[in-house]
């Protein structure tokens, strides 16, 4: 069967990128013919298969047009993108109405004005009526039950036709001493309280919201990731910059806390569990699905400072009992487990 996999853009670093190549891999195995159909960013050293065609990815809308055509030989098609049509449709970045909704409530109205003069946000929107449109999907792929009610609220998507197939991640084994060496490399004393906030587009992962949590406080907060920040900033908050490997910095820390806007399921709080960390973030985080409270993290709603507050001196002292908790949690969610599911959503795909 020739399965033609659809990704707009490319990071070496991107999360979806790492899923989409290992899912390849697992239909290689298995005897099938992996086709990536993506933008001229892809590198063909990147792709497991031996086929890469590039369409045209400079507005959304352009390439969904690309893809349509691109994909005619294949038997099934798999996108990671809103386009007119496909078989499979993995909605790992969410449901774009519900974001923009829920960033309504944290601006101010004229931004939300000036958003509908957007042409990007206006032809994301077209294109994700259309990708969830019965008529023209075969299976949808949510990585959580939010992603999932959210389309069939919005959207009226069978809901019997949505896999919820979380994200999947395989942890390092642990270095001893890197808590040490990571802590004396950033100068922070050994006994000292530490939280992590990791992501980028800081408005959405909700860092304004950390940075007064604990602002005062007798925590230090290390931020890795790339985005805007308008303010003071905080003697206790250290800014670390873009991180590509962030296992020296969960070691560094007792807590991971992401009190995000939206997030469909966070690979960076499962990465935290992984290492061992307890998650504190929100309901509008998919991850937040797999924590149990006060064994695995504390769930807050978004913008609510005070709640994060809460939970950072709830952990104080209590981290590190949960750590194995933690880790193993976080091993039931793996990626042979993930890509496993997801060969499953395209077989059934493929038998309609």
Do not use: Q
């Given at each position: 069967?020739?399965?033609?996999?659809?990704?707009?853009?490319?990071?070496?670093?991107?999360?979806?990128?790492?899923?989409?190549?290992?899912?390849?891999?697992?239909?290689?195995?298995?005897?099938?013919?992996?086709?990536?159909?993506?933008?001229?960013?892809?590198?063909?050293?990147?792709?497991?298969?031996?086929?890469?065609?590039?369409?045209?990815?400079?507005?959304?809308a352009r390439f969904a047009a690309g893809v349509e055509r691109a994909a005619e030989g294949c038997e099934v098609t798999f996108s990671?993108?809103?386009?007119?049509?496909?078989?499979?449709?993995?909605?790992?970045?969410?449901?774009?109405?519900?974001?923009?909704?829920?960033?309504?409530?944290?601006?101010?109205?004229?931004?939300?004005?000036?958003?509908?003069?957007?042409?990007?946000?206006?032809?994301?929107?077209?294109?994700?009526?259309?990708?969830?449109?019965?008529?023209?999907?075969?299976?949808?792929?949510?990585?959580?039950?939010?992603?999932?009610?959210?389309?069939?609220?919005?959207?009226?998507?069978?809901?019997?036709?949505?896999?919820?197939?979380?994200?999947?991640?395989?942890?390092?084994?642990?270095?001893?001493?890197?808590?040490?060496?990571?802590?004396?490399?950033?100068?922070?004393?050994?006994?000292?309280?530490?939280?992590?906030?990791?992501?980028?587009?800081?408005?959405?992962?909700?860092?304004?919201?950390?940075?007064?949590?604990?602002?005062?406080?007798?925590?230090?907060?290390?931020?890795?990731?790339?985005?805007?920040?308008?303010?003071?900033?905080?003697?206790?908050?250290?800014?670390?910059?873009?991180?590509?490997?962030?296992?020296?910095?969960?070691?560094?820390?007792?807590?991971?806390?992401?009190?995000?806007?939206?997030?469909?399921?966070?690979?960076?709080?499962?990465?935290?569990?992984?290492?061992?960390?307890?998650?504190?973030?929100?309901?509008?985080?998919?991850?937040?699905?797999?924590?149990?409270?006060?064994?695995?993290?504390?769930?807050?709603?978004?913008?609510?400072?005070?709640?994060?507050?809460?939970?950072?001196?709830?952990?104080?002292?209590?981290?590190?009992?949960?750590?194995?908790?933690?880790?193993?949690?976080?091993?039931?969610?793996?990626?042979?487990?993930?890509?496993?599911?997801?060969?499953?959503?395209?077989?059934?795909?493929?038998?309609?």
């Amino acid at each position: 069967m020739k399965i033609g996999f659809v990704r707009r853009g490319y990071s070496a670093t991107g999360g979806a990128e790492a899923y989409l190549r290992r899912l390849a891999a697992g239909v290689a195995e298995a005897g099938h013919e992996p086709v990536l159909i993506g933008s001229g960013e892809w590198p063909e050293a990147a792709w497991p298969g031996e086929f890469v065609v590039r369409v045209d990815g400079s507005s959304p809308a352009r390439f969904a047009a690309g893809v349509e055509r691109a994909a005619e030989g294949c038997e099934v098609t798999f996108s990671l993108e809103r386009i007119g049509r496909c078989d499979v449709f993995r909605a790992g970045d969410g449901v774009h109405a519900a974001w923009l909704d829920r960033r309504a409530a944290f601006e101010p109205a004229w931004r939300r004005w000036a958003r509908g003069f957007n042409r990007k946000h206006r032809e994301l929107l077209a294109l994700e009526a259309a990708v969830f449109s019965p008529e023209r999907t075969g299976r949808v792929i949510a990585n959580s039950r939010m992603v999932r009610d959210e389309i069939v609220a919005r959207y009226g998507y069978p809901a019997e036709r949505i896999d919820v197939i979380p994200n999947g991640y395989d942890a390092p084994e642990p270095t001893p001493g890197a808590l040490e060496a990571r802590r004396a490399e950033l100068g922070i004393a050994p006994g000292a309280y530490v939280a992590l906030f990791a992501g980028s587009g800081w408005e959405r992962k909700g860092l304004r919201t950390a940075v007064e949590a604990v602002r005062g406080r007798d925590v230090t907060l290390l931020v890795a990731g790339r985005g805007t920040w308008r303010g003071a900033r905080p003697a206790n908050v250290r800014w670390l910059g873009p991180r590509a490997d962030l296992t020296g910095d969960f070691a560094a820390a007792d807590v991971f806390v992401l009190p995000t806007i939206y997030d469909p399921f966070s690979n960076a709080c499962l990465e935290a569990l992984a290492a061992g960390l307890p998650v504190v973030t929100t309901s509008a985080n998919g991850c937040a699905e797999i924590l149990s409270p006060g064994v695995h993290g504390s769930v807050g709603e978004p913008g609510d400072a005070r709640a994060v507050a809460e939970a950072l001196e709830f952990w104080r002292g209590r981290a590190a009992a949960a750590r194995e908790g933690c880790r193993a949690r976080a091993a039931e969610f793996s990626v042979a487990e993930n890509v496993r599911r997801s060969l499953e959503a395209i077989s059934r795909a493929g038998a309609r």
